[in-house]
């Protein structure tokens, strides 16, 4: 539905209303406009989405995250709290491919814009609804931030040193997860309107996309009575692969659990004879000595600086790598000769950094064409352009503050 003439990608002919506000909504639909597709990102007028103003750093008064997670987007101002807002969202709908929110389940209902209302005016629509428990069962209503849903999911855990309380992961690991399975829901339910042409709801629990990447948890327990618990820096019985020290100060990892990729780590420490020794030959043998082997692999590491050592280990074929910030990928060779940083133009900074479209498509990439767009730019192109309103009704709804 959507004209392509400004965008390219292979999702470029779709058009996404994006609802949404804060994280988990946003970030599907920057995945979608990655790929090319035209998203309208919906938001407050006069105040625009909480992101907007959410992040550590705030150079110029502007928070950082946004320009990322906006990212590619047109930016429209309406209030959809208000009958004339939600009248503009249905014909908006009828022009559209799909619609993302991430509202407490029943806001869009209320708003008589749930799936019912909107499925009737464009039966091939697909509505993706992100919410901390699911639009069903009995915990539906309630409130659900990422990190409610990373705990019920499981992941807090087994997140953390085993002698601290559960921790947080450095980022909003929930959100991101559980938009990631909404795009992914989205072009299944896509391909769906390509043999039926009919829409269907994608529906993105929190808790449930955690759950999902939680590997054999349920197993465990349901086969062998196992609960997983935290282990710090290492898993328990998968030896070695761990964080080892380095005569410069730093840090490097090392995954070298498989027997002959061990085998391999014994060369390269000038060690050979410990892949035979009976102690540590063998998966199991090696995991029952995880504490011992993980200091005699430190003594060792501790001899030479990050830089050669691991060269070493590269040189023998053993997974080796830095622990990276910032600011070493911003520098990394490897990181500059893939592109997954690129500089973009923004309104407020002139030009930032952020991470590159991922993954790479060999014939129809997806590409960052701008950073976010200032709180209502595109009112006209859509207002005007995309659904013909007039003079007189544009003002009206400005001075009813529905835009």
Not at 108 to 119: P, V
Request: contains cysteine; negative net charge; glycine residues 10%.
């Amino acid at each position: 539905m959507a004209n392509s003439q400004d965008r390219s990608g292979p999702l470029a002919d779709l058009r996404v209303l994006e609802m949404g506000q804060l994280l988990a909504g946003p970030f599907c639909g920057q995945l979608l406009a990655d790929f090319g597709a035209e998203v309208i990102k919906l938001e407050q007028p006069g105040v625009g989405d909480p992101m907007r103003e959410w992040g550590r750093e705030k150079p110029h008064g502007k928070a950082l995250w946004f320009p990322v997670l906006a990212r590619n987007k047109k930016s429209v101002t309406l209030n959809a709290r208000e009958a004339g807002g939600q009248e503009l969202i249905r014909r908006l709908v009828e022009k559209s491919d799909l619609i993302v929110e991430n509202f407490r389940p029943g806001t869009m209902e209320r708003w008589n814009l749930g799936w019912d209302e909107l499925s009737a005016i464009n039966p091939r629509l697909i509505m993706i609804r992100v919410s901390g428990y699911g639009q069903t069962g009995p915990y539906a209503a309630r409130a659900g931030y990422g990190a409610i849903g990373e705990a019920m999911g499981g992941l807090r855990y087994v997140v953390g040193d085993p002698s601290t309380p559960p921790s947080r992961v450095g980022i909003s690991m929930g959100d991101t997860l559980a938009a990631t399975f909404a795009a992914l829901g989205a072009l299944i339910a896509l391909h769906n309107v390509h043999r039926t042409g009919r829409g269907q709801v994608v529906d993105s629990a929190i808790y449930e996309a955690v759950l999902g990447v939680m590997e054999s948890l349920i197993t465990d327990f349901d086969q062998g009575d196992y609960i997983r618990e935290r282990t710090g820096a290492i898993l328990p019985n998968i030896a070695p692969s761990n964080v080892y020290p380095t005569k410069d100060g730093k840090m490097i990892l090392i995954a070298a659990n498989q027997d002959t990729v061990f085998r391999r780590l014994a060369d390269a420490m000038g060690r050979p004879e410990l892949s035979d020794d009976p102690r540590y030959a063998g998966h199991s043998v090696r995991g029952d000595r995880q504490a011992e082997l993980d200091n005699l692999i430190a003594e060792w590491t501790r001899t030479l600086d990050s830089g050669p050592l691991e060269a070493t280990l590269h040189d023998h074929g053993v997974p080796a790598g830095n622990i990276y910030r910032a600011p070493e990928m911003l520098e990394d060779a490897h990181f500059k000769a893939r592109e997954a940083i690129v500089r973009v133009a923004d309104h407020t900074f002139g030009e930032i950094a952020m991470q590159n479209v991922a993954p790479k498509l060999s014939e129809t990439p997806g590409e960052v064409r701008h950073a976010a767009p200032l709180l209502g730019e595109h009112n006209d192109e859509i207002y005007r352009g995309l659904l013909e309103l007039g003079e007189a009704e544009l003002v009206a709804l400005k001075d009813a503050d529905i835009i």
